[in-house]
C-alpha cells in the first residue's frame, strides 16, 4: 500500500520534529510494495545516488488518450526508500503533462526536505526528480 501525496503532507505538517520525520519517511519506504529482483538492472539504476536507487517505468493511457506515467521503485538504503516512496507518490499515476508541470520545489519546501537531507541524499533526490520529469518531457515529444 502506497500513500498519497496529500496524506504525506498532511502527515508532514503534523510531525514537529525532525526526529519523527526521518522514522516516518523510513516507514514509507517500508510501504512500498516488493521490487522485482529481476528488475534491479543497471538500465534501471538512477545515477547520482550514493545509495543504489532503481525505478521502473510504464506508459498508459488515461480515458482521454493522454500518457500517463506509472512507476516503481526502491533503495538500498532505508531513508532513500521513504524519498523514493515521496517521489512516487508525487508523480506515478500522474499525466505526462502533470509530471512536467509539477512545481517539485514548492512541494519539498512544504515538507521542508531540503533542509534537513545530507547534500548526497538531495543530490540523489534530485536525479530522481530530473529522470522522472526527463519521462514526461521524452513522452509529451513523442505524442
Not at 521503485?73 to 512516487?88: E, N, P, R
Request: hydrophobic share 40%; aromatic share 6%; net charge negative.
Amino acid at each position: 500500500m502506497t500513500s498519497t501525496l496529500d496524506s504525506i503532507l498532511d502527515d508532514f505538517a503534523f510531525l514537529d520534529d525532525w526526529e519523527d520525520r526521518y522514522k516516518y519517511v523510513i516507514e514509507l519506504g517500508r510501504m512500498l510494495p516488493p521490487f522485482p529482483d529481476e528488475e534491479r538492472t543497471e538500465a534501471n539504476k538512477i545515477r547520482g545516488c550514493v545509495s543504489q536507487v532503481w525505478l521502473t517505468k510504464s506508459v498508459e493511457r488515461d480515458p482521454n488518450g493522454a500518457p500517463v506515467l506509472v512507476y516503481a521503485g526502491d533503495s538500498d538504503a532505508h531513508i532513500v526508500k521513504g524519498l523514493v516512496a515521496i517521489v512516487l507518490a508525487m508523480f506515478s499515476g500522474r499525466t505526462a503533462q502533470e509530471i512536467a508541470e509539477t512545481d517539485v520545489d514548492a512541494i519539498f519546501a512544504r515538507i521542508g526536505l531540503k533542509e534537513h537531507l545530507t547534500p548526497q541524499r538531495s543530490n540523489g533526490l534530485k536525479s530522481m526528480v530530473e529522470s522522472i520529469k526527463a519521462d514526461a518531457r521524452s513522452v509529451l515529444a513523442q505524442a
